[in-house]
């Protein structure tokens, strides 16, 4: 059971636009997490968000987590060639992570 | 930094043979985990454990088994391999839910 849709899946913009990626659930969890994965290489910690409302910035990153707990979103502003990768949220309910469907980023030069 | 080991890199089996994917952390983490990695599905997870001597199921726990019989390594198994299961496999451990840390990934391919 995939638990945590995300939108878009597909992304290809040019360098020094912004974007957004949503990771929805109809699941409430106790946190959440955002990776990023380049080819090759397993997913990498880019943020976690613990309280329904947060807000964490990360240089040009922006991360929300729904007043709910059931959703989130990431903000990327002036992307940047560097930012290409994978996408993942990953929602926390006790021992177990249950990560998105994933949203793969291209930033063109 | 050693980190989460996986290996082998890469495997190619025959449906129906077994094989062990085998991962080790030098980290002192409780939690472990397999997750696999297939297009447009994101990670799903096969098994976890939080500690020496405890596994529990995940999302996609058929057809393989796992056991962990020290903190740094948590081997999982796939006793009669089957075309579905071509996939990337990830390891990865952590402090009880928090961040996680993962290998680089085994690519296995069943014929």
């Known amino acids: 059971t995939q638990l945590l849709e995300q939108s878009p899946q597909f992304l290809s913009i040019q360098e020094g636009e912004n974007l957004t990626v949503y990771c929805n659930s109809s699941?409430?969890?106790?946190?959440l997490q955002w990776y990023r994965q380049e080819p090759g290489e397993g997913p990498v910690l880019l943020v976690t968000?613990?309280?329904?409302?947060e807000v964490k910035k990360l240089k040009r990153l922006t991360f929300q987590f729904g007043d709910a707990r059931k959703d989130s979103s990431l903000h990327i502003t002036a992307a940047q060639p560097g930012d290409t990768g994978l996408y993942l949220c990953?929602?926390?309910?006790?021992?177990?992570?249950?990560f998105g469907t994933g949203t793969s980023l291209t930033v063109i030069p | 930094n050693a980190g989460v080991t996986q290996t082998p890199k890469f495997q190619v089996l025959k449906t129906g043979q077994s094989m062990t994917l085998q991962c080790a952390q030098d980290m002192n983490h409780e939690y472990m985990s397999w997750y696999r990695q297939d297009p447009g599905m994101g990670l799903r997870l096969i098994h976890y454990?939080?500690?020496?001597?405890?596994?529990d199921q995940g999302e996609v726990p058929n057809g393989y088994n796992v056991s962990r019989s020290t903190t740094e390594d948590f081997p999982l198994r796939l006793l009669s391999a089957a075309p579905s299961q071509t996939s990337v496999y990830f390891c990865?451990?952590?402090?009880?839910?928090?961040?996680?840390?993962f290998g680089e990934g085994s690519r296995l391919t069943v014929l």
């Open positions: 968000v613990v309280t329904g409302g």
């Open positions: 454990s939080v500690g020496a001597g405890i596994t």
């Open positions: 990865a451990s952590s402090y009880v839910a928090g961040e996680l840390f």
């Open positions: 990953a929602g926390i309910t006790g021992n177990q992570f249950y």
């Open positions: 699941s409430v969890f106790s946190s």
